[in-house]
């Protein structure tokens, strides 16, 4: 167990040492937020959605948080072209542990990311309808990033370098985002768009964060927070298979 703590601080120290990652994590939803969230602001309250900004904002934590957790992938490729990766895997540590050790550092990176894109969001003007929802959003923030840091770590010990990881992660990442309801609600899609959004993972989280957060639901509760938890698990025993075939 040592060995987790070990691995998911030295992921954390490597994350708090890039301030330039952590400031490019948010350029990407603060464009969205002055862009979109002001913008689109004056439609949505003709349209008798009320406020744009307030519908958005849960999207856009949901947004930086997938993206913090699923390139924290790349780390370990940068670890395994120098070297690191191989010592570590050479060590008597068991390798489940230390990939559970990487996943953990990546989901914390994810939910610090979700904290920094709520101040930034309630800067703008954003206001969470009832604060002890707080908790049970952070939830779904957890649960988000522990399942896309699992992929991302899945994803890291398949590819041997970080240009084809980039490829795949955006190839992934931007259809995520944009079919789950971040930017637009779930509501009067067209079948297919539906049918998209049913097997995207990132719209439950997405709707649990906005359900809690604005009370506003397109599932429910038990759903979102069920597949996910669901998805977390299948996600974190696949990348625990990569892992241990990986070849150094």
Not at 38 to 63: D, K, R, T, W
Not at 137 to 158: D, N, R, Y
Not at 161 to 176: E, H, K, L, Y
Request: charge should be positive; proline fraction near 4%; glycine fraction near 12%.
């Amino acid at each position: 167990m040592n060995a987790i703590y070990v691995l998911w601080l030295r992921e954390l120290k490597r994350y708090f040492r890039s301030r330039v990652q952590i400031i490019g994590s948010l350029a990407q939803p603060a464009f969205y937020l002055l862009a979109l969230g002001f913008g689109f602001n004056y439609v949505f309250e003709q349209a008798g959605q009320g406020s744009y900004l307030q519908f958005m904002a849960p999207g856009m934590i949901g947004m930086t948080v997938l993206l913090s957790a699923i390139f924290s992938g790349v780390a370990m490729l940068w670890d395994r072209q120098f070297g690191v990766l191989k010592a570590a895997l050479v060590s008597p540590v068991p390798r489940l542990f230390i990939m559970i050790g990487r996943t953990l550092g990546g989901t914390t990176i994810g939910l610090f990311q979700g904290v920094l894109i709520l101040i930034l969001c309630m800067i703008a003007g954003f206001r969470p309808q009832h604060w002890s929802n707080m908790l049970p959003a952070f939830g779904f923030v957890g649960m988000i990033s522990l399942s896309f840091a699992a992929l991302g770590t899945m994803i890291g010990s398949a590819v041997k370098d970080v240009q084809s990881f980039n490829v795949i992660g955006n190839f992934m990442v931007m259809p995520m985002v944009f079919l789950s309801g971040a930017l637009y609600p779930l509501s009067h899609q067209p079948k297919v768009l539906t049918v998209i959004t049913l097997l995207n993972p990132l719209s439950y989280g997405v709707d649990g964060l906005r359900g809690t957060l604005i009370g506003s639901w397109h599932f429910n509760y038990f759903l979102d927070m069920g597949l996910l938890t669901i998805l977390g698990a299948v996600f974190l025993v696949l990348g625990a298979w990569f892992f241990s075939k990986l070849e150094i």
